[in-house]
């Protein structure tokens, strides 16, 4: 069994409890903080183990082999010190840090303390998105010249979630940073970003957008465009698109179900899944799996400490491209 110790028992801290609990096999939920009065409580009254007042207490108790941090992103960096000061393996949720200094620190301490760390890149592990991804590395597309990735929420968060996020560039569209360079394996070299509030003035108010598109050239010259929006009124879309000299592959959304209905005016079928938890719960089940098989020594992370880093990098880099309604290099960045 691998034991774990969870920092953070919020909206995702209580979810991956869940799923350390009762759908991994060879994980068990060992330890809890919150910082708020009652949550850690609660999350080891509903999946097991001890809570405890304070982080330092879960990182340094025997029964926990491995931290997870779910806390809020700006002490993620501080935790991860943490835990590679008691030399634990370590899952962090991404983003990293919304501070490519604090985020440096962190992986310095990492890396000095030959911790493995996992980062919270869920969508790697959707069967679909890691399918394109193989068909590209097995040159079934040929050369890459084009990838397409559609990620759009049903709804915007409270405001006062967006205050502390980041951004729609570094809270959602990091994720499609990342699935840029997963799927085409080459790092992005320029960004340019566009920005719009469609959705709700309040949004603008706090000086964030709920509407972009994204472009990027990436080393091995392909282009990527993403678009977001933050309300798609049909579900959670997500879907990813690699173009290349020797056709194209595709992920497309699941639907809640295959029921179809015709009739004289057309045919319905069901709408896609609602939001992050319907259609990518299995994506994080398998990543509590690949990361018991990486903290008992049998794999190296899927989802490493750069991979964390890179998207950091593309996430200032557009809201540096929106701000100054130009392109931006990354090394600009860091
Ligand atoms: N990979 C994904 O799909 C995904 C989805 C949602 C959130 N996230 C990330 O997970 C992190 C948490 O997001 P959330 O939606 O669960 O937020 P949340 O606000 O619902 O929960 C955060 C919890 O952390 C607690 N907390 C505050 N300070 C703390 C501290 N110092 N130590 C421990 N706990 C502390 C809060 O009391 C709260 O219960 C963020 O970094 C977010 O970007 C990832």
């Not at 801290?13 to 869940?18: I, L, P, S, V």
């Not at 990293?96 to 301490?109: E, F, P, V, Y």
């Not at 000086?207 to 050239?217: F, K, P, Q």
């Not at 950091?312 to 130009?326: C, F, H, I, Q, V």
Request: glycine letters at 10%; one cysteine or more; aromatic letters at 8%.
């Amino acid at each position: 069994m691998v034991r774990i110790g969870l920092l953070g028992c919020g909206r995702i801290g209580r979810m991956h409890a869940e799923l350390i609990a009762g759908r991994v096999p060879g994980v068990e939920l060992t330890a809890a903080y919150d910082f708020m009065a009652g949550a850690a409580e609660s999350v080891v009254a509903d999946f097991g183990g001890r809570a405890y007042d304070d982080p330092a207490g879960v990182v340094a108790a025997d029964d926990v082999d491995a931290i997870a941090i779910c806390s809020p992103t700006d002490v993620h960096i501080e935790q991860l010190e943490m835990a590679a000061a008691a030399g634990k393996p370590t899952f962090v949720e991404k983003p990293l840090s919304l501070d490519l200094g604090l985020t440096d620190r962190g992986i310095a301490a990492a890396r000095a303390a030959q911790i493995p760390v996992q980062v919270g890149f869920n969508r790697r592990f959707d069967t679909s998105h890691r399918s394109v991804r193989d068909q590209v590395m097995a040159g079934d597309v040929g050369e890459v010249h084009l990838v397409r990735i559609t990620s759009r929420d049903p709804a915007p968060p409270p405001i006062s979630y967006l205050e502390g996020s980041g951004g729609l560039f570094l809270d959602m569209t990091i994720h499609d940073f990342d699935m840029a360079r997963f799927v085409t394996g080459s790092e992005v070299e320029e960004v340019f970003a566009r920005g719009a509030v469609r959705i709700d003035p309040a949004v603008g108010e706090v000086g964030d957008i709920d509407t972009a598109v994204v472009v990027m050239r990436h080393a091995n010259g392909a282009i990527t465009t993403i678009d977001n929006s933050r309300q798609a009124v049909y579900g959670y879309d997500q879907r990813v698109e690699v173009f290349g000299s020797a056709g194209m592959v595709a992920s497309d959304n699941p639907t809640t179900t295959t029921t179809i209905r015709r009739g004289v005016a057309g045919s319905y079928g069901s709408t896609v899944p609602y939001f992050f938890i319907e259609r990518y719960l299995q994506t994080y089940i398998n990543e509590w799996s690949e990361f018991a098989r990486v903290v008992r020594g049998e794999i190296d992370s899927p989802v490493t400490l750069d991979d964390g880093r890179a998207p950091l990098l593309l996430g200032l880099a557009a809201w540096k491209s929106l701000r100054e309604n130009r392109p931006v290099l990354v090394e600009e960045i860091g």
